[in-house]
């Protein structure tokens, strides 16, 4: 069936939108008006890279022994295994400096890392650093005459944009698909330990990691990072970081050689019904609750206190502890915030400097038991226990099923008051601990093992 071209370019001008006009071509080769991405493409495909790296298998420990290796006549230089390549995308951001941004996991582990332009030249990069909480990692290529993306404004960003992700997926080489944002702000699903996703069905598959996500203008609006397939397969639910999300952590790594992130000294929980009725606020409220400060925090010197509803953050709304945490997440020690808060109904504005991080390394607090390694405890100020303010990544206390905003009122039928309590209660036993947890006002026990 042929459509009218008149009203072929009716319906296209209306599934692209009054921004993407600028990119479309007047005709084809048959002198018909048709719309294409191919303008906006051709500008920014060469900034988008493929990534290869290369990592040296661990030997095979019989490899080690003298007698076996002259048993099979192994000669001395193949004890070790050829290296592995993976394939993973990148985006140039700064063609001057041949900066390149990808995900971390995607050169996680290498001994090398190759940059791959479209016009086949290949260069060695340079790691200059990476934020592993955020999934970001930051390279150097020492080479002239390359292409870079421009940034968007990610927070500007709305449900229904159309967008276009490039990457090298499955090892193809560079592959372009379309969608539309889906949905934004997605967070709690553990892929990374600062999640804040714009989620797409514009097809994102292996080798698409670390690859561009733009709008039609052909500006950086995210950074590829995951898929949902519980099918193993892409079901069009995809996500990638928001671009200003990610240029908070290559903004420090240039400047730094690494994220240094603040804290507040808070610890917070997201709104249930019970505390909307418990706190007297209104049907939909939105916010977030501050159960604890820490004395001498940050948090503290500003006149925040356990019960505030924190309802926004430079003007920019935060609906659940997540989106907060990731606020503050993207802020650098001595930041100045402006904190908009609900205290007993009433409005208030405060000013809260970013504090550095305190407690957060693999030692947690000193002289914590082995199973707690990584916790942060801070004196509840309102009832008996300890707050668990907050977990450092990748330690036990992060695989113990605490959460920051939990109260722990007692270890091994102990009633704790202070951090001195609870290590006397838990260097009992040292193969477990039974913690007596209070949470969104309920109480349970944990075993920790």
Avoid: C, W
């Amino acid at each position: 069936m042929k459509i009218p071209s008149a009203l072929f370019v009716l319906a296209a001008s209306l599934f692209l939108g009054a921004q993407a006009q600028a990119v479309l071509p007047n005709t084809d080769t048959q002198g018909d008006a048709l719309p294409s991405l191919a303008p906006m493409l051709e500008k920014v495909n060469p900034a988008v890279v493929n990534i290869a790296t290369f990592s040296a298998r661990e030997n095979n420990p019989l490899l080690n022994d003298p007698a076996f290796r002259r048993f099979f006549n192994i000669p001395e230089h193949q004890q070790r295994q050829p290296k592995q390549q993976s394939a993973g995308s990148g985006v140039i951001i700064d063609s001057g400096e041949g900066t390149v941004v990808t995900n971390f996991h995607v050169i996680k582990g290498a001994d090398e890392i190759q940059v791959i332009l479209t016009d086949g030249r290949n260069f060695k990069a340079k790691l200059l650093g990476s934020d592993p909480e955020a999934d970001i990692a930051v390279l150097k290529i020492e080479a002239k005459n390359i292409s870079q993306a421009p940034l968007a404004n990610s927070d500007k960003l709305r449900v229904g944009d159309f967008v276009v992700a490039i990457g090298n997926p499955f090892g193809l080489g560079q592959t372009v698909t379309t969608g539309i944002v889906s949905a934004l702000g997605r967070s709690g699903l553990g892929i990374e330990g600062y999640e804040d996703f714009i989620q797409t069905d514009a097809s994102i598959n292996p080798g698409n990691s670390g690859g561009a996500l733009v709008n039609l203008r052909g500006e950086l609006i995210g950074i590829n990072t995951a898929i949902l397939a519980p099918t193993g397969g892409n079901i069009g639910i995809g996500f990638a970081i928001p671009i200003n999300m990610a240029k908070a952590s290559i903004d420090q790594i240039l400047k730094h050689g690494e994220v240094k992130r603040g804290q507040l000294g808070v610890s917070i929980q997201d709104i249930t019904p019970q505390l909307q009725a418990a706190f007297d606020l209104k049907n939909g409220q939105k916010g977030v609750l501050i159960t604890g400060v820490g004395e001498g925090s940050e948090a503290e010197k500003s006149g925040l206190q356990p019960g505030d509803l924190v309802t926004a953050i430079d003007d920019k709304e935060v609906a659940s502890a997540a989106a907060l945490r990731n606020q503050i997440g993207i802020r650098a020690v001595g930041d100045k915030i402006k904190m908009h808060i609900l205290r007993d109904g009433k409005e208030k504005t405060l000013s809260v400097e970013v504090g550095k991080t305190q407690g957060l390394d693999a030692k947690g607090n000193t002289g914590m038991h082995r199973l707690l390694a990584g916790i942060k405890l801070e004196k509840n100020p309102s009832v008996r226990g300890l707050i668990v303010s907050a977990i450092a990544p990748n330690t036990p206390a992060a695989q113990s099923g605490l959460e920051p905003g939990d109260v722990i009122v007692s270890a091994n039928r102990q009633a704790v008051d202070s951090i001195k309590h609870l290590e006397q209660a838990i260097t009992r036993d040292n193969s477990k601990i039974l913690l007596q947890i209070n949470r969104d006002g309920g109480s349970f026990f944990l075993v920790i093992q």
